[in-house]
């Protein structure tokens, strides 16, 4: 098991189950340009702090890509008013939300 699927934390299924971060890459995190999160989010603790630890720890991101999740459990403007209260290390960082479809 490499240090990146540790911290992620995985089953046998591939499935992420859980997200722990215990030392910060930031090797990768200062090189890091585009991030594209392809699973819809529906706005979970966990995908949020995911979300969030990108735009507070990546000084040179540029794009970072995610679709949201049609859910009654929380609405779209709900999570995307939480995204904009996440403060961006890059100034220049914009974040891209598509649809789900």
């Known amino acids: 098991m490499d240090e990146f699927e540790r911290m992620l934390g995985t089953t046998d299924n591939h499935h992420m189950v ?20 392809e699973r819809p989010l529906k706005g979970k603790v966990l995908e949020m702090e995911l979300v969030g630890y990108f735009l507070e720890s990546s000084p040179n991101l540029q794009k970072l890509s995610l679709s949201l999740h049609d859910s009654p459990k929380k609405g779209e403007s709900d999570i995307l008013i939480e995204l904009l209260k996440f403060q961006r290390l890059s100034s220049s960082c914009q974040i891209i939300v598509r649809r789900s479809s």
């Open 18 to 37: 859980d997200l722990t971060v215990i030392a910060r890459p930031w090797n990768l995190l200062s090189s890091l340009e585009y991030v594209d999160i």
